[in-house]
């Protein structure tokens, strides 16, 4: 009997039992464990300042891979990202404001008021594909901000809502790193749920309409169902991260939710790399911690002082610039990276050849 070649060639499923193990390999599973470990001890080695930043990249990861899902697995384009993260912390607040309701009321309605915003404007993209299935979801950033805008002008909170911290089986969630351990759960959790859509029936129909719709509509996928459930599942994702927003930083302003936001948003799925959860968590990485980098830089050039009126100007222009470059130079993204390196690393001292190249 031939001997299973080894690890560092690549890891071949032998039984249907190995397509459902989430971590497959023992290499695998001390690196998951390891960064596990680094993940529990971070918050209590590092200054308050730095958990902030691991909070927001968590909060961040949560709508990233609700809109890997959309738009890099199902190929759904959407530009309303920043509006259904608008719905679900309005939906948050509004409830808190007006009725007093607790946390375990606010996050399923919050769910509920993406989901339903998800069937709505879902239902265009039965129509309407590229450019003006976008113009289409653009439309919701804006219904949704036009009324958020309203009911803050009149309810006269002109500085927003105030959403006091929420309180779960007693206890109040406000100390910094009892929140950076509440959003990983959340990240990790809709981490989860990804995956398992991905490895569903699901799944595997947004792949396939997002190759080739035709194609997949000949092979009995209900087109108009899946895509419909694509937008439901991710708005509803998307709203709770929304509600999370909301009570983590204390209350909710419609300026909060801009259309940058979406921008950063698609930004984080393009230069994680489309089509990968791990670019989403990727890009939801890079994209939060960008602005700090550029302002980190600035500080220690000669005369920072005068260059400080100017640090958000160069955070916009950088931010393009570094746009444009992964499109022309690095298509795949940061995973791709995270690829090239793995395999290089794995397969060294040997050189990785194509399929049709000379060795």
């Known amino acids: 009997m031939s001997k299973p070649l080894p690890s560092a060639s690549g890891h071949f499923r032998r039984s249907y039992a190995d397509e459902f193990r989430l971590i497959e390999t023992r290499l695998a599973k001390t690196s998951a464990a390891a960064f596990a470990l680094v993940l529990l001890v971070f918050p209590f080695a590092v200054s308050p300042f730095y958990v902030d930043l691991a909070t927001q990249v968590f909060l961040a990861a949560i709508g990233a891979l609700a809109l890997m899902l959309l738009t890099g697995i199902a190929g759904q384009i959407s530009l309303g990202h920043a509006g259904l993260l608008a719905a679900g912390a309005f939906t948050t607040g509004i409830l808190y404001k007006e009725f007093g309701a607790p946390f375990w009321v606010t996050l399923p309605s919050a769910a509920l008021a993406g989901a339903l915003l998800g069937v709505v404007f879902g239902l265009p993209s039965l129509r309407l594909r590229g450019l003006y299935l976008a113009v289409s979801t653009l439309a919701l950033h804006f219904l949704v901000v036009y009324l958020g805008g309203e009911y803050e002008t009149r309810r006269g909170f002109s500085t927003g809502i105030l959403v006091d911290p929420p309180v779960v ?131 220690a050039l000669p005369g920072a002082d005068r260059l400080a009126g100017s640090v958000f100007a160069v955070n916009y222009a950088a931010f393009g610039i570094v746009m444009i470059l992964f499109l022309v130079f690095e298509p795949q993204g940061l995973v791709g990276i995270w690829r090239r390196v793995r395999n290089y690393f794995l397969l060294w001292p040997f050189r990785q050849t194509a399929l049709g190249e000379r060795p």
């Open 169 to 299: 089986f007693g206890y109040e969630i406000y100390a910094p790193r009892v929140w950076y351990f509440v959003l990983l759960a959340a990240a990790a959790l809709t981490l989860l749920i990804c995956i398992n859509l991905m490895r569903s029936r699901s799944g595997r129909a947004w792949r396939a309409i997002h190759s080739n719709e035709t194609v997949a509509e000949a092979l009995g996928i209900g087109i108009a169902r899946y895509k419909l459930l694509a937008f439901v599942i991710t708005s509803a994702i998307t709203a709770m991260a929304g509600a999370l927003f909301a009570y983590y930083r204390g209350f909710v302003s419609i300026e909060a939710f801009s259309l940058y936001l979406t921008i950063q948003y698609v930004a984080m799925i393009i230069i994680g790399g489309m089509g990968s959860l791990l670019g989403a968590l990727l890009g939801a990485l890079f994209v939060t911690l960008f602005p700090y980098v550029i302002e980190g830089a600035m500080a």
